[in-house]
């Protein structure tokens, strides 16, 4: 499935209901499939020797935990986007029996226990965020404000508890898969924003700006590794974009990639392929090409048409789009439990 990518500023391709559908299946089945899972609880006891369904809930699905959590938050965004596509009442109704105030409070519940604090720090908590900011800005739905206010337990937790860990965050976290720190930095400020709360988004403004402000030189030529579904320095410019003002942020980006201007990024401008689509870590390479292509679209919206670099990033975005979208219908569950997820984030305009 191959959609048009549109240029900086111009209005997302809109999905068809043939679309619509097929990316929706995935979620709606992968949310409540229990099994297989990839548990990443720690267990402090007997007690904590339970099922995925036991533990969560609500995001036992999906393989792992934050899958699950986006998976969700897919849905919500599809629903949102197209309340009368063929699917929508499937979806509305799916997320009925799953948003539940008694389920939503189990989930919250089991980060209060003291060795679950750190869980899905921080790309599930991000994801988690994310679904939040979702339904906070869908007025005038009765479900999604009844499941925004459902969402509240395990959303203000997980406020807290990035509240309580940030200051503690000396140095930043740069890799390509989960505890990378600048995708979580940037879905908690959008989050902050959305959502008005400027605690948090005074706290992230900081930490980030501190991280990243005098950073030069990046080694673009040093990604990808084997198994990333980020780029660093990709989501750090991405970050950088929300941060400051569209000159300062111009000025920084040619500290940042030196080389940009002149059309060279590293490896940073090339799709990469998939050896294994059955291999649940070479996967996320898929997932790479829907990550640059959206980070990319971000740092374009921040520049001006003529800057040189903007059409070197839309050339490379539209082709890391179509790499990426390829992968995701693969008929393979190590990819198609969550690389839906990513591409409606890409195709859909979110963080813009």
């Known amino acids: 499935m191959i959609l048009a990518t549109t240029s900086p500023g111009s209005p997302q391709p809109r999905l068809s209901d043939a679309q619509h559908s097929k990316f929706a299946r995935l979620a709606l089945d992968g949310i409540v499939r229990e099994f297989p899972n990839k548990p990443s609880n720690v ?3 007997e007690d904590d020797v339970r099922s995925p369904r036991e533990l969560h809930p609500v995001f036992f699905g999906s393989f792992d935990w934050h899958s699950s959590v986006h998976g969700h938050w897919m849905l919500v965004r599809l629903l949102k986007l197209y309340p009368e596509a063929p699917l929508a009442q499937e979806i509305r109704e799916t997320l009925r029996r799953q948003l539940t105030a008694e389920k939503l409070q189990a989930e919250a519940d089991y980060f209060g226990a003291k060795h679950n604090a750190s869980f899905e720090r921080m790309y599930g908590w991000a994801w988690t965020l994310r679904l939040a900011a979702e339904l906070h800005s869908w007025e005038g739905d009765p479900d999604g404000e009844a499941w925004a206010e459902n969402l509240a337990p395990l959303e203000q937790k997980i406020v807290e508890l990035a509240q309580a860990y940030l200051p503690k965050l000396d140095w930043p976290i740069r890799c390509g898969f989960h505890p990378e720190s600048a995708f979580a930095l940037s879905q908690m400020l959008d989050y902050a924003r959305i959502c008005g709360n400027s605690e948090l988004g005074k706290l992230v403004r900081e930490k980030a700006i501190g991280f990243y402000a ?4 990046y080694p673009a030529a040093y990604e990808p590794s084997g198994n990333d579904f980020f780029s660093a320095g990709l989501n750090e410019a991405d970050l950088m974009r929300r941060l400051v003002e569209a000159e300062e942020f111009s000025a920084w980006l040619d500290g940042f990639f030196p080389d940009l201007r002149e059309g060279r990024c590293g490896n940073l401008l090339t799709p990469v392929r998939v050896s294994d689509i059955d291999d649940g870590h070479l996967i996320h390479l898929a997932g790479l090409n829907l990550t640059r292509a959206w ?12 800057d040189p670099r903007a059409k070197t990033l839309a050339e490379a975005m539209a082709a890391h789009q179509e790499a990426g979208l390829q992968y995701v219908f693969s008929g393979s569950y190590e990819g198609e439990h969550w690389l839906a997820s ?3 984030y890409l195709l859909t305009g979110v963080g813009l």
Not at 295 to 306: C, E, F, K, R, V
Request: net charge negative; charged share 25%.
């Open 43 to 45: 267990m402090a006891g």
């Open 214 to 217: 005098k950073d030069r030189d």
């Open 295 to 306: 980070t990319m679209a971000g740092i374009l919206s921040a520049l001006p048409p003529d």
């Open 342 to 344: 990513f591409a409606i």
